[in-house]
Structures are given as structure tokens and as C-alpha cells.
Nanobody, 127 residues
């Protein structure tokens, strides 16, 4: 089992940047593929980005491609989401998620793929 804790959210003006972190504890972090999801008020949770166990492969939602970068540091048991050129429509609670996998480069993009979730961190982008 793995426990996930997000941090780094906050209030930022449109065009600004934030870096979210997801700290993992428990079983070996490198055993898990990871992802970021977000949920805006009144909307369903949606996929943002995913990264494989190795960190070699990544995937992004079209809405964030070119603006967000997902990365991980397996030595620090931490995953990151660098968010640049933020827009008001990026306002949401951002959650990280983990799924145990044997695939070193496998990515997972569906909510139902993931076994473990953090509580989330609020990101608010003002216009």
C-alpha cells in the first residue's frame, strides 16, 4: 500500500506558474505508475497527466499539453507537476494517484486504472 500527499497548490494569476508535489510513503515508490487528475466545481474528475514507473514515458491531456510537465524523482519518492501559463479554466482540486505495475514504461490514463489517491490540493487561477 502507498500513501499520497499533495502540496504546492494556491492562488495565482492567469499566466503564472505553480509546481505541485506528490509525496509517497509506504511501499517502493518506483513500483507505481503515477498520474495527476483534477476536478473543477460542478464537473467530473478528469485526467491531466501520467508518468510511467521509470519516468521515461509521459502523457498529457490535450488541454494542458505544452503548458504542464509531469516528472518524478524515485530517490525522493516524489512526483511533480510543473504548471506554466495557467488559465482560469485550470482552477480545480488536483489529486495524484498511483497504480502498482510491472510495466516499466506503461502509462495509465483512466480513473479506474488507479488504486491509490491523495486528498488533493486546490489550485485557483484568477483572471
Amino acid at each position: 500500500q502507498v500513501q499520497l500527499v499533495e502540496s504546492g497548490g494556491g492562488l495565482v494569476q492567469a499566466g503564472g506558474s505553480l509546481r505541485l508535489s506528490c509525496a509517497a510513503s509506504g511501499r517502493t515508490f518506483s513500483s507505481y505508475a503515477m498520474g495527476w487528475f483534477r476536478q473543477a466545481p460542478g464537473k467530473e474528475r478528469e485526467f491531466v497527466a501520467a508518468i510511467s514507473r521509470s519516468g521515461v514515458t509521459t502523457d498529457y491531456a490535450d488541454s494542458v499539453k505544452g503548458r504542464f510537465t509531469i516528472s518524478r524523482d524515485n530517490a525522493k519518492n516524489t512526483m511533480y507537476l510543473q504548471m506554466n501559463s495557467l488559465k482560469p479554466e485550470d482552477t480545480a482540486v488536483y489529486c495524484c494517484a498511483a497504480v502498482g505495475t510491472t510495466g516499466w514504461i506503461t502509462l495509465y490514463g483512466k480513473i479506474s486504472d488507479y488504486d491509490y489517491w491523495g486528498q488533493g490540493t486546490q489550485v485557483t487561477v484568477s483572471s
